[in-house]
């Protein structure tokens, strides 16, 4: 039993009570009798991930540690998919069973969507400084923003798994049950979801329109307002080299134009990725606790 006040009580106090963790892997330095502030960050992590564990974790499962960080696609990183950081907020759960995803809001709290990868469908794990690489078939998750240590101890605990083929599974919002893809409902409970192709339409006609569809509003008037600027920029180079230039003017303004159309479809693709990242709700969201 550990003693009264120490760094062991401390931490056991901050846990969720209904979370079952596998002490020594989550907090490796307590056993030096050590509490860091890295400790108490990640036992808060799961008090506020505790909503989420509670419904989606099997009855036996054992989570092994845990981390925030951001989930990111290595191509975003040359587009400006490289904003993503400010939506894409998510904590990680390692169990002995799966690596589990909550997508998070600012403070940490459970929002949209969660998905897993069962431990037999990694194939390989690797990664640099704060960052950690989780390949399964042909998708390879990005995750960072953790401590560089953090990084490095999550790498060596997925290091030790069997691989195997696969993807990541989304899980539905409402059941939790794990499905393959991005169907209109869940097979399950019949929750409906939001569609990526009607979210990349949205914004392909004007930029931002597609992530406002799909909750991120804040993120989403960035876009558009971005985009409403190039326009405006468009719109007022378009007419005074017409009335000057003639026909001419108007291949002054083209290549402007074109930046514009790159814009467009780039906001398309990179809405309909994110869309695909989770299985977006109509109706509803994550679990909180707070409602």
């Not at 400006?80 to 390692?94: D, E, K, Q, Y």
Request: proline share 6%.
């Amino acid at each position: 039993m550990p003693k009264r006040g120490s760094p062991e009580e401390e931490l056991r106090a901050l846990l969720p009570a209904s979370i079952a963790v596998r002490f020594d892997e989550m907090f490796p330095s307590v056993r030096k009798g050590k509490l860091s502030r890295r400790d108490r960050k990640r036992a808060k992590i799961l008090g506020r991930a505790e909503p989420v564990l509670k419904r989606a974790l099997g009855p036996l499962e054992v989570v092994r540690f845990a981390t925030n960080g951001v989930r990111q696609v290595m191509w975003w990183l040359l587009t400006a998919g490289s904003m993503n950081p400010f939506a894409n907020r998510t904590t990680l759960v390692l169990t002995d069973e799966r690596v589990l995803l909550i997508h998070t809001d600012w403070c940490q709290r459970p929002c949209m969507f969660a998905s897993q990868l069962p431990l037999d469908r990694i194939r390989a794990t690797a990664g640099r400084n704060s960052y950690v690489f989780i390949r399964s078939g042909r998708e390879q998750l990005m995750f960072h923003g953790v401590g560089r240590s953090e990084a490095r101890y999550l790498r060596n605990l997925l290091e030790s798994v069997d691989t195997g083929d696969g993807g990541w599974q989304n899980l539905c919002p409402r059941c939790f049950t794990a499905i393959d893809g991005a169907p209109p409902s869940c097979p399950a409970c019949g929750e409906e979801f939001k569609s990526p192709k009607k979210a990349a339409l949205r914004s392909l006609i004007f930029p931002g329109l597609g992530d406002f569809y799909l909750g991120y509003r804040k993120y989403a008037l960035l876009e558009m307002v971005g985009a409403a600027i190039l326009w405006g920029v468009f719109v007022s180079t378009l007419g005074p080299a017409v009335r000057l230039e003639g026909a001419e003017g108007i291949l002054l303004a083209l290549p402007l134009l074109g930046l514009l159309l790159v814009v467009h479809a780039g906001d398309a693709l990179l809405t309909r990725n994110k869309a695909r990242m989770g299985l977006h709700s109509k109706d509803g969201a994550l679990p909180t606790g707070e409602r």
